[in-house]
């Protein structure tokens, strides 16, 4: 889950804490606001950690080269062609 994954859990669970009034049997929907603006809090500090190891910098240790690894293959050199 991405950043903008987290605050939206945030804000939908400040909106059924904050923001309404429903009445549903056998749920109470201000714990569950609470619970979600929780696991977005949680969701935003986990994501903001790991971005943050992400920016170390590395050179390269050494230069990269391309080598071609097979001989080239015109279909006349191997003797499929003549």
């Known amino acids: 889950m991405g950043l903008g994954g987290c605050i939206i859990l945030i804000a939908v669970g400040a909106i059924l ?14 714990l569950v606001g609470v619970i979600l603006m929780i696991v977005g809090l949680i969701g ?12 170390v910098v590395v050179p390269p240790s050494r230069p990269v080269v391309e080598e071609e ?4 293959r015109d279909g006349y050199s191997d003797g499929y062609g003549v």
Do not use: E, K
């Open 17 to 30: 804490t904050f923001a309404t009034d429903w009445d549903m049997q056998g749920v109470n929907l201000d």
């Open 44 to 55: 935003v500090t986990t994501f903001s950690s790991i971005a943050r190891r992400r920016r």
């Open 69 to 72: 690894r097979h001989p080239r």
